[in-house]
């Protein structure tokens, strides 16, 4: 069975933990345009988070992972992508 873009893009992310939107585009052969819809979806689903500067992994003192109100910040091609999926070395 084929994985979906998806789960192509986690299983990508997920050890490398985060890296801009613009490097996981050129990592797909994709634009920035083709692969936002599919980082929105994710970070609906709780899997990844987007952030305005790279992550320092403490949560509790962090205000770079965009508005308090919920909303999704407007993506561009260096916002940071962090994967929350566990890691296999995180277990």
Do not use: H, W
Not at 32 to 58: F, G
């Amino acid at each position: 069975m084929e994985k979906t873009i998806e789960e192509e893009l986690l299983s990508y992310l997920t050890p490398r933990r985060m890296m801009s939107l613009k490097n996981l585009a050129d990592q797909f052969d994709r634009t920035v345009e083709e692969i936002t819809p599919v980082i929105l979806q994710l970070e609906l689903e709780n899997k990844v988070r987007a952030a305005m500067s790279r992550c320092s992994s403490d949560c509790s003192s962090c205000s770079s992972c965009g508005p308090e109100d919920g909303k999704t910040a407007e993506l561009s091609e260096t916002t940071i992508i962090i994967s929350l999926e566990k890691r296999d070395c995180d277990e």
